[in-house]
């Protein structure tokens, strides 16, 4: 508990008791009225000094109508009630008011402290300091005056402080504050490391690309850190509602308090009376369970999410994710791994390893993803084969001239070109067709590997009754063999990267009112696509400026599961900010009819202020659970 909390915690017992004490003396001495209420004054102060001091500099700053100003008014209202005519004193109820209204200050603090805690984890992972390699020696120094380029030495047990390449060594990291996934992720030499990681296991030599301003670190940080400037709309609604409402709620109660004496035409006698119910309608109007419980509820959201390898940028954005109806995905990289390799082998003439070994060949000098997995299929590429004369046909394929022998490796439209018949396949995946010497001689079926968790990712989003739609560059074929597979509603296949931008904005034209859409990719050729999206999210967003940058939500970790618990969480958050505002509002409408009309004690008062706001930030809290 911090030390402000327990000074906190102490006031609310000392006055507690002093105002048991109070009490006990007021029963038991017949002290005058005077008297009384200075011992009274003592627990009052103790416990309401802060609330008193808070509503003064508001006044002084043009703010008067907030809960502190009510919360004086009522209470001071009381203490001064038992001095006029045909009313008795009611100190104790002061004191027990303003003694209850830090009870749920109390609970405010705590809850907010248990939000930061829950994004806590990812505030720490800001390095103190790096290990940089200058003049042939190891030097300590602060992680901003280390420049890209630079090389750095991380040890086991020290935080990643640049993103950057692994020259030398190998190690495990533990990711878990960046992606919430606690299974240590193993590094080696040439593979990216991003800062915020802890270094496990080796000691590590990398080579920085990027400034610490620029890492992937500061990004999250500075994310985190302004995610309050965005408000839902249920927190401007409350904002706002709270500047109107809270004037009015005084001058009802002013009102209250005098119309019905006058009426009566006996003013001096009813006035207390009235007065009396002005004041407990003035506490039970405070609304601090709606300006302290809906804020919160939205920032827990943020903060449990967050420990998920989640980032929501705002709580508007949970806002919009709740209202998700739409969800459309971009194929490589998101639903699928990215890595391309052959699944089958269909020869016409020879046999399988022959047909590879051509290909292969052909396909040497080629940096393309269709090649590249050709020359990891056929490991014998250094024999003695000689190969010359190789020609691209862009769009199509490669023509080469292997040991004297013309090859020529592509797609259909390469064999049309050369008046070649040749055959389909019916397993879906990319096919690649070989001919020699104006034979056909059989093809290749290249696929990319399907994500582990992406079947059951699609099946829980539509468990929801999410509609599902793919988008791709890839051929017909392969994009309806996924989209089969994994169950997606709806496909669009061989689009450019501007096509994917002008289907999606179609998809947007044609949504139902109050309906979002929101684009799933990989975060780095998406940008535009992310950025066009009602709610765009980035997927294994770690090291990757384009994700965190264009994205509204940034998901650290490459696993497509992690999009359905982002809605889960943001549908989660907005039940029960409604949950709290609808419970607040209800009590005290009751409560406040009953006051007006004389049923309605101090105590029930308390607790249509207090009570309510207790209850309500309970509730809120547990936005920071799964």
Known sequence: ???????????????????????????????????????????????????????????????????????????????????????????????????????????????????????????????????????????????????????????????????????????????????????????????????????????????????????????????????????????????????????????????????????????????????????????????????????????????????????????????????????????????????????????????????????????????????ISLKDAYENEDDDCSVSDVQEYAGQGVRANVNGNIVYVGNYKLMQSIGIEWKDCEKSGTIVHVAIDGQYFGHIVISDRIKADSKCAVDAIKKDRIRTVMLTGDHENVAKGVAGELGIDEYYAELLPQDKVTKLEQLIGKKANESNIAFVGDGINDAPVIARADVGIAMGAIGSDAAIEAADVVLMEDKTSKIAEAINVAKRTIKIAKQNIAFAIAVKIIVLVLAALGFAPMWLAVFADVGVTVIAVLNAMRTLKA
Not at 124 to 129: G, H, Q, S, T
Not at 200 to 222: A, C, E, M, Y
Not at 297 to 323: E, P, Q
């Open 1 to 371: 508990m911090e030390k402000e909390t327990k000074f906190d915690l102490i006031k609310i017992i000392v006055s507690a008791f002093l105002l048991v004490i109070a009490i006990a003396i007021e029963k038991n001495l017949s002290l005058p009225m005077w008297a009384n209420l200075l011992i009274y004054l003592v627990p009052y102060f103790i416990v309401g000094f802060e609330t008193i001091k808070e509503a003064i500099e508001n006044i002084f700053h043009g703010e008067f109508f907030d809960e502190d100003f009510l919360m004086c008014v009522a209470t001071i209202g009381a203490l001064c009630i038992g001095f006029l005519p045909n009313t008795h004193p009611e100190f104790a109820e002061a004191v027990f008011v303003m003694l209850f209204f830090q009870v749920g200050e109390l609970f405010e603090e705590i809850a907010e402290g248990n939000s930061e805690k829950s994004i806590s984890t990812l505030m720490e992972i800001r390095p103190d300091y790096a290990y940089v390699e200058r003049n042939g020696k190891v030097e300590k120094v602060d992680p901003e005056t280390v420049e890209v380029g630079e090389i750095i030495v991380i040890s086991p047990g020290q935080k990643v402080p640049m993103d950057g390449l692994v020259l030398e060594g190998k190690s495990s990291l533990n990711t878990v504050a960046i992606t919430g996934e606690s299974v240590p992720r193993s590094v080696a030499e040439e593979d990216f490391i991003s800062s915020g990681c802890v270094n496990l296991t080796g000691t590590v030599r990398v080579k920085v690309t990027k400034k610490f301003s620029d890492s992937t670190v500061s990004k999250i940080i500075d994310l985190v850190e302004n995610a309050s400037e965005h408000k839902s709309k249920s927190e401007s609604f409350i904002t706002k509602f709270s500047k109107l409402y809270t004037p009015i709620v005084v001058l009802l109660a002013v009102l209250l308090a005098v119309i019905p004496p006058i009426v009566s035409g006996n003013f001096m006698d009813n006035f207390s009376t009235w007065f009396s119910r002005a004041l407990t309608f003035l506490v039970i109007s405070c609304p601090c369970a709606l300006v302290i419980s809906v804020p919160l509820t939205f920032f827990g959201g943020i903060g449990g999410a967050s420990k998920r390898g989640i980032l929501i940028k705002g709580s508007n954005y949970i806002d919009a994710l709740a209202r998700v109806q739409t969800i459309v995905f971009d194929k490589t990289g998101t639903l699928t791994e990215g890595v391309f390799e052959v699944v089958a082998i269909h020869p016409e003439l020879y046999d399988e390893n022959k047909l590879l070994h051509l290909a292969a060949h052909v396909e040497r000098y080629s940096t393309h993803p269709i090649a």
